[in-house]
């Protein structure tokens, strides 16, 4: 069974092509990456799922059913622009999205205070939402995304504004959700996070699809003679090994990309003989953020 369901889906302003003929779909319990980069069309087509814009054409299955008003009580979204009451305590915030959801007052005050405890504010509960960090905030909007238990979840760059601890934290939470049966689509532009956290992805950019499929698949059909070397020590003689075709340099982590007949263990060899402290050599696959770059720079040539 699929919970979600995109057939050629487009929407346009004016001559501006927004989003053009993307398909794809979501089985239950699975996580879904909808990538790709600024304006590329991800945030429209969130929105058009919520039916908060309505497509020029296609069709969109939310469930198993056109979308309607009850559906909303079995989605939870989480968009990219965040909007909570500042005035308003979060208790009192959360139960309010909770009963908007169909939830019993009683029930939605329950899980107001359940959530605040995991996420460690229950000692906020009763402070205005203006008094609380922007991180704070972020949990909080996250809290009412999910408070009502969705069948569904729609999250727009949910790691936006969170520090590696609660990045790590909400991580998890996505897993355990999606360990449960939910269905999650996951927007992002953090490629490392989609690579560990996803099942399947579409890229899309100037709203058209570049790629879409599971995450093994994909790497495999766009994978290179690739290398992932962590060190310490001066490499700038890495830049002038003759087999060595491109190089992603983060200071004491690489990325080579190495000639098709090349043998990586030729190249450890030299990197063992130059002094370089070696801490990881791996041969690997090419990465998901190597394979967005390439597929979204091909797109615009």
Not at 31 to 52: D, E
Not at 147 to 173: M, Q, W
Not at 197 to 206: A, F, G, M, P, T
Not at 221 to 239: A, C, I, P, R, T
Request: charged share 25%.
């Amino acid at each position: 069974m699929n919970s979600l369901i995109l057939d050629r889906i487009s929407k346009s302003y004016n001559t501006f092509r927004a989003v053009d003929r993307v398909s794809f779909a979501i089985g239950d319990g699975q996580l879904f990456g909808l990538l790709g980069p600024n304006g590329a069309g991800k945030t429209t087509t969130m929105r058009m799922i919520m039916n908060i814009i309505v497509p020029d054409s296609g069709k969109i299955v939310i469930l198993g059913q056109s979308f309607r008003e009850s559906l909303k009580n079995k989605i939870g979204y989480l968009p990219e622009e965040r909007g909570l009451y500042p005035k308003m305590k979060l208790v009192s915030h959360l139960q309010f999205l909770g009963e908007m959801k169909g939830m019993e007052a009683a029930k939605a005050k329950k899980k107001a205070y359940e959530w605040l405890e995991r996420f460690q504010l229950g000692k906020w509960a009763g402070d205005r939402i203006q008094n609380l960090s922007k991180g704070m905030q972020q949990k909080v909007q996250f809290i009412g995304a999910v408070i009502h238990s969705p069948e569904l979840l729609i999250v727009d760059e949910p790691f936006a504004g969170l520090d590696p601890i609660n990045t790590r934290f909400l991580k998890d939470i996505l897993l355990e959700m999606k360990k449960a049966g939910k269905s999650i689509l996951l927007s992002t532009h953090l490629m490392d996070q989609a690579e560990k956290l996803c099942d399947s992805i579409c890229l899309i950019n100037k709203g058209q699809v570049l790629l879409r499929g599971e995450i093994n698949q994909i790497k495999q059909k766009y994978s290179y003679n690739s290398v992932l070397l962590e060190y310490q020590g001066d490499s700038d003689f890495v830049h002038r090994i003759p087999f060595v075709r491109k190089i992603d340099d983060y200071g004491n982590f690489m990325e080579l990309r190495l000639d098709e007949d090349a043998d990586p263990q030729e190249l450890f060899k030299l990197l063992a003989g130059s002094g370089l402290i070696i801490k990881k050599f791996e041969i690997s696959d090419a990465s998901l953020n190597e394979i967005f770059i390439e597929q979204v720079k091909g797109s615009e040539k």
